[in-house]
């Protein structure tokens, strides 16, 4: 099957302007997480969804971020009013969840530039 | 605190030298724990986990409880192994799950 496609791969926007990042996770996994990597920077942890709790959010910057899981598949990451701070590739991963051992498959990410 | 650390930012060695990218854990209970690595221009993707005691692309991994301890070795770096690797813990139980990431090691193999 398919593994974890995000969408767009590349996305560039001015400051000020809203976007919105897209995930589609594997088919079944009830982990849903998003990372931001920055340049020369590691792997910074945003959000994580896993079946119908409530999303842990400690990771997220700024009350600017915002993401969403509908039907417990698609992820959408919102951010406002971005800022150039906000430049970086997004990264979404997924899980099986509790009952596996948790290896997370990654997407390719979306690569944001904000001018 | 759950943490992981990876002390090395950048870490450079010849081709054919021994290499080891240090990982250093905290977690009151028994974590499970993972080196994932990413290629230049590829996806982030799973190297190996502890629970498995495999070998792969020759490298390997031993958890040391004591010193509470992952690090990857490897006894002969080639060039293709030049990436950013990054160690994660997994608690081994709960609903919450949550990957603890280490920062990352950039490894460059150098001919």
């Known amino acids: 099957g398919a593994g974890v496609s995000q969408s767009p791969s590349n996305k560039v926007t001015e400051k000020g302007k809203d976007v919105e990042l897209r995930c589609d996770p594997i088919?079944?996994?009830?982990?849903l997480y998003w990372y931001r990597q920055s340049l020369g920077q590691g792997l910074e942890f945003l959000i994580y969804f896993q079946g119908n709790s409530a999303p842990d959010k400690s990771g997220l910057p700024s009350d600017r971020f915002s993401a969403e899981r509908t039907g417990g598949s698609v992820s959408t990451l919102t951010i406002q009013r971005t800022q150039q701070e906000d430049s970086a590739v997004y990264l979404c991963?997924?899980?099986?969840?509790?009952?596996?051992?948790?290896?997370?498959?990654f997407g390719p990410g979306t690569r944001l530039t904000v001018l | 605190a759950q943490r992981v650390t990876q002390p090395e930012k950048l870490l450079s060695v010849f081709k054919g030298a021994p290499v080891e990218l240090k990982c250093n854990y905290s977690?009151?209970?028994?974590?499970?724990l993972f080196w994932y690595v990413q290629y230049s221009r590829q996806r982030l993707q799973l190297l190996l986990r502890?629970?498995?005691?495999?070998s792969i692309k020759g490298f390997t991994a031993d958890l040391n409880k004591g010193e509470t301890s992952f690090h990857l070795k490897k006894p002969f770096a080639q060039e293709e192994d030049s990436a950013m690797y990054y160690c994660a813990l997994s608690p081994n139980a709960g609903n919450n799950r949550k990957l603890i990431w280490g920062l990352g090691t950039s490894l460059a193999v150098n001919p």
């Open positions: 977690y009151s209970g028994s974590p499970e």
């Open positions: 991963a997924s899980s099986l969840g509790p009952r596996g051992y948790n290896e997370q498959f």
């Open positions: 088919s079944g996994h009830t982990a």
């Open positions: 502890h629970i498995s005691r495999e």
